[in-house]
Protein backbone atom coordinates (compact mmCIF):
# COMPACT_ATOMS: atom_id res chain seq x y z
CA UNK A 1 0.00 0.00 0.00
CA UNK A 2 1.23 3.43 -0.90
CA UNK A 3 2.67 5.16 2.42
CA UNK A 4 3.57 1.73 4.07
CA UNK A 5 7.02 1.57 5.84
CA UNK A 6 8.90 -1.77 4.89
CA UNK A 7 10.31 -3.41 7.58
CA UNK A 8 12.54 -5.21 5.81
CA UNK A 9 14.23 -9.06 6.17
CA UNK A 10 14.99 -10.48 9.70
CA UNK A 11 18.53 -11.92 10.02
CA UNK A 12 19.52 -14.62 12.51
CA UNK A 13 23.36 -14.94 13.02
CA UNK A 14 25.17 -18.64 12.80
CA UNK A 15 25.29 -20.41 15.85
CA UNK A 16 28.82 -20.49 17.27
CA UNK A 17 30.15 -18.21 14.10
CA UNK A 18 33.80 -17.33 14.99
CA UNK A 19 34.10 -13.82 12.76
CA UNK A 20 32.89 -10.79 14.21
CA UNK A 21 32.95 -8.13 11.24
CA UNK A 22 33.46 -4.36 12.81
CA UNK A 23 30.81 -2.04 11.47
CA UNK A 24 33.39 0.21 10.50
CA UNK A 25 34.15 -2.05 7.33
CA UNK A 26 30.26 -1.76 6.14
CA UNK A 27 29.87 1.99 6.82
CA UNK A 28 33.21 2.34 4.41
CA UNK A 29 32.71 -0.44 1.90
CA UNK A 30 30.79 2.04 -0.45
CA UNK A 31 33.90 3.83 -0.73
CA UNK A 32 36.81 0.69 -1.27
CA UNK A 33 34.66 -1.25 -3.13
CA UNK A 34 33.57 -4.93 -3.43
CA UNK A 35 36.17 -6.33 -3.77
CA UNK A 36 38.62 -5.03 -1.07
CA UNK A 37 35.86 -4.93 1.36
CA UNK A 38 35.39 -8.38 1.26
CA UNK A 39 39.08 -9.14 1.20
CA UNK A 40 39.63 -7.35 4.14
CA UNK A 41 36.69 -9.61 5.48
CA UNK A 42 38.70 -12.85 4.58
CA UNK A 43 41.83 -10.92 6.13
CA UNK A 44 39.75 -10.55 9.63
CA UNK A 45 38.61 -14.30 9.23
CA UNK A 46 41.95 -15.48 8.82
CA UNK A 47 43.34 -13.60 11.81
CA UNK A 48 40.40 -14.59 14.23
CA UNK A 49 40.77 -18.31 13.39
CA UNK A 50 44.79 -17.75 13.42
CA UNK A 51 45.53 -18.50 9.81
CA UNK A 52 47.78 -17.34 7.93
CA UNK A 53 47.64 -15.39 4.82
CA UNK A 54 48.41 -16.77 1.17
CA UNK A 55 47.72 -15.04 -1.63
CA UNK A 56 47.34 -17.32 -4.18
CA UNK A 57 44.81 -19.17 -1.97
CA UNK A 58 42.91 -16.19 -1.35
CA UNK A 59 42.80 -15.44 -5.04
CA UNK A 60 41.00 -19.24 -5.01
CA UNK A 61 38.90 -18.76 -2.23
CA UNK A 62 37.48 -15.60 -3.76
CA UNK A 63 37.23 -16.81 -7.64
CA UNK A 64 39.34 -13.99 -8.20
CA UNK A 65 42.32 -13.15 -10.19
CA UNK A 66 45.84 -12.45 -8.19
CA UNK A 67 46.04 -9.46 -9.65
CA UNK A 68 42.99 -8.52 -8.78
CA UNK A 69 43.38 -9.06 -4.86
CA UNK A 70 47.02 -7.67 -5.03
CA UNK A 71 45.25 -4.30 -5.93
CA UNK A 72 42.55 -4.64 -3.74
CA UNK A 73 45.47 -5.13 -0.94
CA UNK A 74 47.03 -2.06 -2.50
CA UNK A 75 44.17 -0.19 -1.90
CA UNK A 76 43.23 -0.87 1.44
CA UNK A 77 47.10 -0.19 2.70
CA UNK A 78 46.64 3.08 0.79
CA UNK A 79 43.35 3.54 3.24
CA UNK A 80 44.81 2.75 6.18
CA UNK A 81 42.92 -0.61 6.71
CA UNK A 82 46.16 -2.54 6.70
CA UNK A 83 49.39 -2.01 7.76
CA UNK A 84 52.13 -4.19 5.91
CA UNK A 85 55.42 -4.25 7.34
CA UNK A 86 56.76 -7.03 5.30
CA UNK A 87 57.08 -9.65 7.54
CA UNK A 88 53.08 -9.72 8.58
CA UNK A 89 50.06 -7.76 7.61
CA UNK A 90 48.09 -6.09 10.27
CA UNK A 91 44.78 -5.20 10.52
CA UNK A 92 43.56 -1.95 10.82
CA UNK A 93 40.08 0.82 11.58
CA UNK A 94 41.12 3.90 10.01
CA UNK A 95 38.16 5.97 11.80
CA UNK A 96 39.47 4.61 15.50
CA UNK A 97 42.94 5.83 14.25
CA UNK A 98 41.45 9.18 13.20
CA UNK A 99 39.84 9.71 16.34
CA UNK A 100 42.72 9.04 18.52
CA UNK A 101 44.96 10.96 16.29
CA UNK A 102 42.46 13.82 16.55
CA UNK A 103 43.19 13.92 20.48
CA UNK A 104 47.30 14.02 19.69
CA UNK A 105 48.76 17.52 19.98
CA UNK A 106 51.32 18.65 17.58
CA UNK A 107 54.53 18.84 18.47
CA UNK A 108 57.18 21.46 17.48
CA UNK A 109 59.40 20.72 15.23
CA UNK A 110 63.10 22.26 14.93
CA UNK A 111 63.93 23.18 11.02
CA UNK A 112 67.24 21.35 11.62
CA UNK A 113 65.94 18.22 12.41
CA UNK A 114 63.63 18.40 9.75
CA UNK A 115 66.28 19.24 7.18
CA UNK A 116 68.28 16.55 8.46
CA UNK A 117 65.88 14.45 8.27
CA UNK A 118 65.08 14.84 4.48
CA UNK A 119 68.61 14.67 3.66
CA UNK A 120 69.15 11.53 5.67
CA UNK A 121 66.12 9.83 3.13
CA UNK A 122 67.18 11.85 0.12
CA UNK A 123 70.96 10.08 0.83
CA UNK A 124 69.82 6.61 1.82
CA UNK A 125 67.29 6.11 -0.84
CA UNK A 126 66.00 9.38 -2.73
CA UNK A 127 65.72 12.62 -3.57
CA UNK A 128 62.54 13.53 -1.81
CA UNK A 129 59.40 14.58 -3.47
CA UNK A 130 57.65 17.25 -1.71
CA UNK A 131 54.41 15.07 -0.91
CA UNK A 132 57.27 12.66 0.83
CA UNK A 133 58.62 15.60 2.73
CA UNK A 134 55.14 16.48 3.54
CA UNK A 135 54.69 12.89 5.07
CA UNK A 136 58.18 13.53 6.78
CA UNK A 137 56.86 16.43 8.38
CA UNK A 138 53.46 15.11 9.43
CA UNK A 139 55.25 12.04 11.00
CA UNK A 140 57.27 14.47 13.01
CA UNK A 141 54.99 16.82 13.26
CA UNK A 142 51.08 15.16 14.43
CA UNK A 143 52.38 11.83 15.39
CA UNK A 144 55.69 12.90 17.32
CA UNK A 145 58.21 11.00 16.19
CA UNK A 146 61.62 12.02 16.23
CA UNK A 147 63.86 12.42 13.30
CA UNK A 148 66.25 9.61 14.94
CA UNK A 149 63.57 6.93 14.96
CA UNK A 150 62.26 7.71 11.52
CA UNK A 151 66.01 7.17 10.55
CA UNK A 152 66.26 4.33 12.15
CA UNK A 153 62.94 2.86 10.25
CA UNK A 154 64.36 3.95 6.98
CA UNK A 155 67.36 1.78 7.95
CA UNK A 156 65.05 -0.98 9.12
CA UNK A 157 63.24 -0.35 5.65
CA UNK A 158 66.44 -1.02 3.49
CA UNK A 159 66.94 -4.26 5.19
CA UNK A 160 63.76 -5.79 5.08
CA UNK A 161 62.41 -4.40 1.74
CA UNK A 162 63.15 -5.87 -1.52
CA UNK A 163 61.33 -2.37 -3.03
CA UNK A 164 61.94 0.02 -0.51
CA UNK A 165 59.41 2.48 -0.48
CA UNK A 166 57.72 5.57 1.24
CA UNK A 167 54.44 3.18 1.85
CA UNK A 168 57.09 0.46 3.41
CA UNK A 169 58.49 3.00 5.59
CA UNK A 170 55.08 4.41 6.99
CA UNK A 171 53.72 0.81 7.97
CA UNK A 172 57.16 -0.06 9.92
CA UNK A 173 55.76 3.83 11.21
CA UNK A 174 52.95 3.05 12.39
CA UNK A 175 53.62 -0.22 13.91
CA UNK A 176 56.20 1.88 16.17
CA UNK A 177 53.47 4.57 16.94
CA UNK A 178 51.01 1.92 18.30
CA UNK A 179 53.01 0.54 21.01
CA UNK A 180 54.17 4.19 21.73
CA UNK A 181 57.75 4.66 20.33
CA UNK A 182 58.35 8.06 20.00
CA UNK A 183 61.92 8.41 20.72
CA UNK A 184 65.30 6.81 20.27
CA UNK A 185 65.50 5.49 23.40
CA UNK A 186 61.95 3.82 23.23
CA UNK A 187 63.06 2.28 20.55
CA UNK A 188 66.49 0.81 22.69
CA UNK A 189 64.01 0.06 25.68
CA UNK A 190 61.99 -2.12 22.65
CA UNK A 191 64.73 -3.97 20.93
CA UNK A 192 62.70 -6.67 19.64
CA UNK A 193 61.00 -3.94 17.25
CA UNK A 194 63.67 -3.77 15.04
CA UNK A 195 66.63 -5.73 13.61
CA UNK A 196 68.83 -2.36 13.04
CA UNK A 197 69.30 -2.10 16.99
CA UNK A 198 68.58 -5.00 18.66
CA UNK A 199 72.51 -5.67 18.45
CA UNK A 200 73.67 -2.60 20.56
CA UNK A 201 70.37 -2.48 22.90
CA UNK A 202 71.30 -2.63 26.71
CA UNK A 203 74.99 -2.97 26.17
CA UNK A 204 76.89 -0.22 28.26
CA UNK A 205 80.26 -0.44 25.81
CA UNK A 206 79.67 1.30 22.30
CA UNK A 207 79.90 -1.59 19.75
CA UNK A 208 81.47 -0.73 16.11
CA UNK A 209 77.03 -0.63 15.09
CA UNK A 210 76.73 1.47 18.35
CA UNK A 211 79.96 4.02 17.30
CA UNK A 212 78.10 4.27 13.85
CA UNK A 213 74.83 5.57 15.68
CA UNK A 214 76.62 8.38 17.59
CA UNK A 215 77.82 9.35 14.42
CA UNK A 216 74.70 9.69 13.34
CA UNK A 217 72.90 10.58 16.59
CA UNK A 218 75.39 11.84 18.60
CA UNK A 219 72.48 13.91 20.88
CA UNK A 220 71.67 10.45 21.77
CA UNK A 221 74.85 8.77 23.30
CA UNK A 222 74.98 11.46 25.81
Do not use: C
Not at 53 to 70: C, R, T, Y
Not at 76 to 100: K, M, R, T, V, Y
Not at 184 to 206: C, F, M, Q, W
Amino acid sequence: MPGQRTRGVLLKGVEGMPIQVPQEILHSQARLGPVATLVWINLLALAQLGKPMHIDNLSVSLGLPKWEVSKALALLADEGWINDEGLEIQLALPELLESAASLERPVEVEPEAFEWLVSYWSARVAPASPEEMRKLLYWMETKGLSHEVIAVAIEEMLIGAAQPSFPYLEGILRNWHAVGVRTYNDLLENSHLTKVLAPIAGRRELSPAERKWKEVFPDEFE
